[in-house]
């Protein structure tokens, strides 16, 4: 989470969001979905524009859906939102 808010260098946000996105797993989509929940508008934007890279990338990051879908479900609501921002996002990303 501190690496997904750094507030001192929002490169380290968008390359820690695009590493995880490319994992797919449902574990590496919670913590992005935690992060847009603390996080301040400049740095959603940031956390959105390291998953675009990651989606857009080679290969693309293919369990990304699943992993949100798996995440609509959780006892969490904040993660519920953040996973329902992260398939816009890829949806976006796929257009």
């Known amino acids: 989470m501190g690496l997904l ?4 260098d929002t ?7 695009k590493a995880l996105t490319r994992v797919g797993s449902v574990p ?15 740095r959603a934007d940031w956390l959105q524009t390291g998953v675009h890279d990651a989606l857009v990338g080679p290969g693309g990051a293919p369990y990304v859906a699943a992993a949100c879908g798996k ?12 996973a329902a921002d992260v398939l816009a996002w890829a949806a976006d990303a796929r257009r």
């Open 71 to 82: 995440l609509s479900q959780d006892p969490e609501e904040a993660v519920r939102r953040g």
């Open 11 to 17: 490169t380290v946000t968008r390359q820690t969001a």
């Open 28 to 42: 590496a989509i919670r913590l992005i979905a935690l992060a847009l929940a603390e996080a301040d508008d400049n």
């Open 5 to 8: 808010l750094d507030v001192e």
